[in-house]
């Protein structure tokens, strides 16, 4: 039986228990406890447990009143849900210990679908109409226009070297036989999560939230939804396709969860350790590193393949 | 108490709103965000838009020219939602609590509903948190 339609489901849990760590990791290192795993007894009637945080702030904003505002088209409601949906469809393409939709060529699937989620993002943050969602979204899409580049060449160097287009066949530890790529491919991941260096597009200091200014309650529980299942489908993609050892059974979970979880540190390590660049700055900055490593990376991949 | 009151106590979202204040106030909540009183331990999470806002944290006497601000900035927040009045400009008017005063709407209470008031001059970081603790536990 194919096992491959619960990834979704999988995708929302370990996504909570990834953001959760993200949060863990970002309050250690500047000195704070950060979402406790065990509260004081003065604090019982709150909660015993702080670890389903992300999972209590999603289910908070399910059961709070939805206020549109007047300006908003049709598109600021429907978007929220396509995005969701294009997270869960991606999700089944992406490899859960082994486990996924797979065929030929999954991995461009894959690619229109994670582009998709932001397109419908942006699209429903503009029709809000607000001046600071509007911003927001420009920043967006030159981050995007110059992150979607080093992101697909950097995997097309892996499918170049394994002559495929489909994720399962080309997962391996191929953090060895192609490090460029796995450094354009983490950069890549960073600029779509909206991880630190490249949180411009919802820098909450100068425009309020970027695209999702104008979202609240249920609307905005989605997009929450949305974020956490991105984050594990990222993750996993990363962990899939450089830091998996080839096993089966409990041995492919146990691989699997590690290499998620030293993604996942990596992830919160950078997040909580850089400031802030400005637009002008990532994109000049996206062109020069990532754009060179990830040309350097289909070469590696290229000229033994056709010149040795 | 329903499902989603369990929820609304266990993530509140906070959202600061400035009416006013001298600045002491907001520098004694980022104190609350620190090392020391880190108020995520409880999942407590200052955002930056009301609409994301379960409970409005309001700082300063409230000037005439910021009244309708406030006013929109309550009816931006979604339901359920809660009021903390801070500061002693907040809860009564402070040093501006004169009837004559020609350039002050009054203190929190006279323009939205307040729940909870924290005093002080500025208030100490325990307060806030208190404070905070009280309103999430009227949800």
């Known amino acids: ?308 | 108490m329903s499902m989603s009151h369990t929820f609304m106590k266990r993530s509140p979202w906070v959202y600061h709103a400035h009416a006013g204040g001298c600045n002491g106030c907001d520098l004694e909540i980022l104190a609350c965000m620190g090392p020391r009183y880190d108020f995520e331990r409880l999942g407590i999470k200052l955002v930056s838009s009301p609409r994301f806002a379960d409970i409005l944290l309001v700082t300063g006497p409230v000037p005439l020219h910021t009244k309708p601000f406030l006013e929109r900035v309550y009816a931006q927040t979604p339901d359920p939602k809660r009021v903390i009045a801070m500061g002693a400009c907040g809860c009564s008017g402070g040093v501006f609590v004169d009837n004559e005063n020609y350039s002050i709407a009054g203190p929190v209470e006279r323009i939205i509903p307040v729940d909870v008031r924290i005093p002080g001059c500025p208030p100490k970081p325990e307060a806030i948190l208190d404070g905070i603790l009280k309103v999430m536990r009227t949800f």
């Open chain 1, 1 to 308: 039986m194919d096992l491959f339609w619960i990834n979704p489901l999988i995708a929302f849990c370990c996504g909570i228990f990834l953001s959760f760590g993200i949060r863990k990791v970002n309050a250690r290192i500047q000195g704070r406890r950060g979402p406790l795993v065990r509260v004081p007894p003065q604090w019982h009637d709150i909660n015993y447990s702080k670890i389903l945080q992300p999972l209590y702030d999603i289910l908070k904003l399910f059961s709070k009143k939805t206020n549109i505002p007047a300006t908003a088209g049709s598109l600021f409601i429907i978007s929220p849900i396509l995005a969701i949906l294009s997270g869960i469809l991606a999700s089944l393409f992406v490899p859960i210990a082994g486990v996924s939709f797979s065929y030929s060529f999954d991995l461009v699937v894959l690619f229109y679908l994670l582009m998709g989620e932001l397109l419908f993002v942006i699209i429903g943050g503009i029709t809000s109409a607000s001046l600071f969602a509007v911003i927001g979204g420009v920043r967006e899409i030159e981050l995007m226009l110059t992150n979607e580049i080093p992101f697909i060449l950097g995997t097309f160097a892996l499918a170049i070297t394994y002559d495929t287009l489909s994720i399962q066949v080309m997962m391996g530890f191929n953090l060895i036989t192609n490090p460029f790529a796995a450094i354009v491919v983490f950069l890549a991941i960073l600029v779509k999560l909206h991880m630190k260096p490249f949180d411009i597009a919802e820098a909450e200091s100068e425009i309020v939230s970027g695209l999702t200014t104008e979202y609240s309650g249920k609307l905005l529980g989605l997009l929450e939804a949305t974020k956490v299942i991105m984050l594990f489908v990222l993750v996993a993609l990363f962990t899939d396709l450089f830091l998996w050892v080839p096993s089966t059974g409990i041995t492919a979970v146990l691989v699997f969860i590690a290499g998620a979880g030293v993604t996942c540190l990596l992830i919160g390590i950078v997040h909580s350790l850089f400031g802030r660049f400005r637009i002008d700055q990532a994109t000049w900055w996206l062109f020069k590193v990532p754009l060179v490593l990830s040309i350097i990376a289909v070469l590696w991949a290229a000229i033994p393949r056709y010149l040795l």
